[in-house]
């Protein structure tokens, strides 16, 4: 049965007479029993099988926050909350991990869980056109090399942090409501997703690809001399393989007013109100850039990409 154990400890404080709030909080938790697969005997009839390894798994995280009112007059105010957020996520423990496959590669303590290891790639060859690593010492190793020749990193596709912002600016009977997010982040590259660079690419454009492969001796290119051979086209296993994919994103933007009390009295109502809502207004993201081509286009979240609006009709009854 697996185990949980957890900590939490913050502190929040106002100040300015309760115009300005500061907050900080901290949670540590430790759970045991990782789902893997377990390697098998050839005789067992199955070569591997679900179970639970008794290892630890550690997530932690500071929360930052802080909000108030910036500015507030007879007939403005202004007011926001901001939060910023670090979480951390390592494998503590993990025994029999010889029994997992891959698992010497695939898990490492004080790392995160899902990293994984990626050859440090030095660019493409511009006599051969071929992809060079990295050796031990950082020197260029062809790609036939053995992996103990090959220095690798590893990569966690986590996020390193991410933030919000709500701001909201109040005149008179209206007021403007904004929420933004920010994500610090690495992800695979957009156009490799689906392909193999030099061997094989599905329903990708041409000019990604033809704007910038090794043609003759002396070029200088991002993408090997295109193969046949399967054993060709190695860039997605690769430190290259990713790109910065940060993003900041306007998710929602209010705008409301109140109808004055004295109109809305007239008909037996303590308050009503008109607004419109408005979500993923803007986008503002890290691209691929290899030599003067833009590669990547494409939403870094998972959220749609278009604009939403709709409306809405408050109503307080007397």
């Known amino acids: 049965m697996g185990r949980k154990k957890s900590m939490n400890f913050g502190l929040e404080a106002s100040v300015l007479r ?77 025994p029999n991990q010889d029994r997992i496959p891959n698992g010497a590669t695939k898990y490492k303590i004080d790392e995160p869980l899902g990293s994984a290891l990626y050859a440090n790639y030095l660019g493409v060859n511009p006599l051969t056109g071929l992809e ?28 390193k942090y991410y933030a919000g912002l709500q701001t909201t600016f109040t005149v008179g009977n209206f007021s403007l409501n904004l929420s933004f ?21 599905y329903n990708q454009p041409e000019f990604a690809y033809s704007a910038n492969r090794w043609r003759s001796p002396g070029d200088i290119a991002v993408i090997q001399k295109y193969s046949t051979l399967y054993t060709d086209g190695q860039l997605t296993n690769t430190v290259q ?20 009390s004295r109109w809305v009295g007239r008909v037996g109502m303590k308050g009503c109100g008109i607004g419109v809502n408005a979500q993923n207004l803007f986008y503002d993201f890290q691209v691929f850039w290899c030599q003067s081509n833009n590669w990547s286009d494409r939403n870094p979240s998972n959220s749609n990409n278009c604009c939403q609006c709709k409306g809405k009709f408050l109503i307080r009854n007397t």
């Open 132 to 159: 060079t690593l990295a050796d031990i010492n950082g020197n260029p190793v062809d790609r036939s090399g053995t992996p103990a020749q090959t220095s690798y990193t590893r990569i966690s596709l986590n996020p």
């Open 241 to 260: 393989n990713f790109e910065d994919a940060s993003y900041i994103r306007l998710n929602n933007a209010t705008i409301f007013w109140n109808i004055p």
């Open 18 to 94: 309760e115009r300005l709030t500061l907050g900080i909080n901290y949670n540590r938790n430790r759970s045991s029993n990782l789902l893997e697969e377990l390697t098998l005997p050839i005789a067992a009839g199955f070569s591997k099988i679900l179970v639970n390894f008794d290892a630890v798994v550690e997530n932690t995280g500071w929360e930052f926050l802080l909000g108030g009112i910036a500015v507030k007059s007879k007939d403005f105010q202004w007011t926001f909350a901001a939060n910023l957020t670090v979480p951390k996520n390592k494998l503590v423990s993990i």
């Open 181 to 201: 997010d920010y994500v610090k982040q690495i992800q695979p590259r957009y156009f490799f997703e689906n392909s193999r660079p030099g061997a094989e690419a």
